[in-house]
Every structure is written in structure tokens, then in C-alpha cells.
């Protein structure tokens, strides 16, 4: 099968991966591609024929790559669906942030559990579920986030 879109770009030959061959001589290896014999005709008006000495770069790619994580219908638990920064807690955003090596740099930690201790002592909280609590905690979490979102430039500026 053919895949056609703009008539300006190369067309995509859809086919199976059959075997490969490695050609030590010249230190590269060979892919075979099968394509139902019907289009012929196609794929040698998309790519043309080999002409030795001369070579023609195609891509190759999976048309349905796997997923590393098990399908729902086999019994195993559905993904969740990703949730926006603002629909976290901030308790899931700290976890988050702190994990974060630009925002370990912004806070001036090396490692993550530093980032940790500094979070809870800027905060003034023992755990990071406090957060979620409200209160003064709960500001000065925002007032973190909003800072470093400034300092690194991944927040808009505010209009008046």
C-alpha cells in the first residue's frame, strides 16, 4: 500500500520487516522489506531502481509501535490520563519539582532529597501532603512555584 499526501514530498511504502543480512565488508547491514508484488510498479516510480554506485536514503519506521506499558483489555489497569500542573496537588507538583534536576539547580541543591529538605524548610512543613492543607504553607508553595516558573522563564508575564 501506498501512502499519498502533498504531491511535493516522497511518498511512504507500507510493507514487513522480513529479515536482515549484516555485510561485514562493507561494515553495514541489510533490511528486507516485503511488498505485495501488486505494487511494484509503485514502488519503483516512488523510490526508482537501485543504481549501483549511486544510493537512494529512505526512512524506516513501526506504523503501530508498542507500548511499553500492557493494553487495558488484558486484565491489567488502565492508564491514567495525563493531568494538567494546575489540577495536581501541590503535594504531586513538589514530588514532581523537587525530582526536577533545573529546578534542584534553581533552589541551589544537588540532589533531589536536598531539594526536598529546602522545599519542606521554605514552606515550613514536615511533609509535603501539608502543602495540600492550605494556609501559609500552601502560599508560600505557590509563591515557590510562581518564582522559579519567572526565573526560568515557563510562565507568561502578567498583563495589567
Known amino acids: 500500500m501506498i501512502f ?9 511504502i507500507k510493507a514487513t520487516w522480513a529479515t536482515y543480512k549484516p555485510v561485514p565488508t562493507r561494515n553495514v547491514l ?4 516485503e511488498v505485495p508484488l501488486e505494487q511494484q510498479a509503485d514502488v519503483f516510480k516512488n ?25 487495558s483489555s488484558q486484565g491489567a ?4 490520563p495525563k493531568q494538567r500542573w494546575a489540577e495536581m ?7 514532581i519539582l523537587c525530582a526536577d534536576k533545573q529546578f534542584q539547580r534553581w533552589i ?12 519542606r524548610s521554605l514552606c515550613n512543613v514536615v511533609s509535603r501532603s501539608q502543602l495540600d492543607l ?9 509563591d515557590l512555584v510562581s518564582r522559579y ?12
Open 4 to 12: 499519498r499526501g502533498d504531491p511535493m514530498t516522497a511518498a511512504a
Open 30 to 33: 541489510q533490511l528486507t522489506l
Open 47 to 71: 523510490l526508482g531502481y537501485p543504481v549501483p554506485g549511486s544510493e537512494t536514503w529512505v526512512g524506516v519506521a513501526l506504523l503501530n509501535p508498542p507500548t511499553d506499558k500492557p493494553a
Open 77 to 80: 489497569p488502565a492508564e491514567r
Open 89 to 95: 496537588s501541590r503535594a504531586q507538583q513538589a514530588g
Open 108 to 119: 541551589e541543591c544537588r540532589t533531589e532529597e536536598e531539594a526536598i529538605k529546602d522545599v
Open 134 to 142: 492550605g494556609g501559609l504553607p500552601a502560599e508560600r508553595w505557590d
Open 149 to 160: 516558573r519567572n526565573a526560568t522563564g515557563q510562565q507568561a508575564e502578567q498583563r495589567g
